[in-house]
Structures are given as structure tokens and as C-alpha cells.
């Protein structure tokens, strides 16, 4: 069993700043990835950016320049640092953990947090 647990996200105006962050547990051999995604009303679900266990990051293009992902190993703990927010932004943010888990064969298989609201507007 892993769970992934994510703060609370919220209501913020244009140009403002947010942490995100999404601690994962259970019987955890290994975490490959970590990451967010976010789905707005009506579109698909997008990654927003992703860190491997070795540092790699990934950004989509629209976000480049204001988030910021980090983790913390020791805590098996994603960040989404998110700076001057934007409308567009507005969206139900997911965290994906790729880990590999006891009692299992797979050396990597998807997890997800159950998503948290942001909403940016004034």
C-alpha cells in the first residue's frame, strides 16, 4: 500500500505565490519520479513538471521560468513551488509518484495523490 498525501492548494490573486507539496509512504523500496500534473475543467490532465531521483527535472513550457520542483529524499517529499500565478494556472493539481514496492515485481508503477484545487483569480 502507498499512499501519496498533498497540501492544500486554495484561492490566490494574479501574481501570487504558492507551495504545493505531496509526501508519499507505504512500503517503499524505491521512488524513480516524482511530479505534478494538473487538469482544468474541460481539458486533460497535462504534467506540469517532474524531478527524478537523480535531480532530472522537466517543465511544460507555459511554467518554465515561474515553478520550481524540488524533493526532499529523505522524506520521500515532492515541492511545487509555484510563482506569479497566472488564471491559466487555475486547475486540480495531482501528485505522481513512480516507485518501485514491496511485494511487488515491478520496478516502477504510478501512483497518484487525490488532487487539490488551486484557483487563481482576483
Known amino acids: 500500500q502507498v499512499q501519496l498525501v498533498e497540501s492544500r492548494g486554495g484561492l490566490v490573486q494574479p501574481g501570487q505565490s504558492l507551495t504545493l507539496s505531496c509526501a508519499a509512504s507505504g512500503s517503499i523500496i524505491t521512488i524513480n519520479a516524482m511530479g505534478w500534473y494538473r487538469q482544468a475543467p474541460g481539458k486533460e490532465r497535462e504534467l506540469v513538471a517532474a524531478i527524478t531521483s537523480g535531480g532530472n527535472t522537466n517543465y511544460k513550457d507555459s511554467v518554465k521560468g515561474r515553478f520550481a520542483i524540488s524533493r526532499d529524499s529523505a522524506k520521500n517529499t515532492v515541492y511545487l513551488r509555484m510563482n506569479s500565478l497566472k488564471p491559466e494556472d487555475t486547475a486540480v493539481y495531482y501528485c505522481?509518484?513512480?516507485?518501485?514496492?514491496?511485494?511487488?515485481?515491478?520496478?516502477?508503477?504510478?501512483?497518484w495523490g487525490q488532487g487539490t484545487q488551486v484557483t487563481v483569480s482576483s
Open positions: 505522481n509518484a513512480n516507485l518501485a514496492t514491496y511485494g511487488s515485481t515491478s520496478t516502477g508503477e504510478d501512483y
